[in-house]
């Protein structure tokens, strides 16, 4: 990555770094409007002290530095965020919709808003795997340190006595906190590994948005693992396992008939904006669908309905018309 090590920092070399801290915030706050606010603090703190700032450490890591802070800062004061599978049982297709606030949930963030231009391929593929959904809900189990901690190390790639430094801790506890982090997501079945968009994924996505937007319950059901999940928030329902999701799209989930997908980029995975035939004519905007897969399947299937708030920050319109 190009970095600026000059103590003469400009307002601009600032806002250079603003989508490699966007992906760190989200990383620690698990919501995409919660990293927006921490990085302009960040932004606002950073410019304030820029005249204390000697050059002796690059300053996208002087950036990160005042970022974690105000995360653990804004952690302090709020429980973690989640996905409808930790917070109750696998419902079934006959159960209520029962709504919860927004700030209970962990949000998608636009790929292009987390993942910084400069970064070189590898690089890339690693922040990108770092900012799934399955990896941020993860992260959330952490005690905000030990999460501060594993995403300077295991995500950026900094040495423990830099992030002793940071978080104004020793080396050992840096250690010691690592592990328990490590062996806590490990418990939750996820890593810090890379991994990248196969052909034979974008296949799948292309075969995906063929299917849905035919509604073609048979060819949508061969595209999906036997055990994949399928989740609505804000509703706390989410179901598992093929025969469930079919009845779902075949019964409650007709509604979707009729719909047309535009692609966009959320959270490392193929995503979709979903808008729904409106009675008064066009589509109107209904759900941001992130899928996550594994091999060739897809064993996620996520539609977040809080279009009002999602649409805008993916820069997708309201409607579509015919």
Known sequence: MNDVASPHATANDLEQHRAALTGHCYRMLGSAAEADD???DTLVRAWRALDRFEGRSSLRTWLYRIATRVCLDALSRRSRRARPMELGPMGTTDDALVSL???????????????????????RASLRESIRLAFVAALQHLPPKQRAVLLLTEVLGWPAAEV????????????????????TLA???????RASLSASQSQLLERFVDAFERYDID??????????????????????????????LAGRGAGCRGSRLVPTAASGSLAFGQ????????????????????GEQIVGFNSFLDTAALFPRFGLPPRLDP
């Open 38 to 40: 921490a990085v302009q």
């Open 101 to 123: 606030p927004g700030e209970q949930w962990v949000e998608p963030i636009p790929d292009v808003y987390a993942l910084p231009a400069d970064a070189d391929p590898y690089e």
């Open 164 to 183: 002793a430094d940071s978080l104004e801790t020793s080396v050992a506890a840096v250690n010691s906190a690592l592990q328990r982090a490590r062996a």
């Open 187 to 193: 418990s939750r079945g996820v890593g810090t590994g």
């Open 219 to 248: 060819a949508l059901s061969s595209l999906l693992h036997e055990d994949a999940t399928l989740s609505m928030p804000p509703f706390s329902l989410w179901l598992r396992g093929l025969p469930t999701i079919r009845t779902w």
């Open 275 to 294: 808008y729904r035939p409106d009675p008064e004519g066009g589509h109107k905007a209904w759900a941001l669908i992130v899928l996550e897969t594994a």
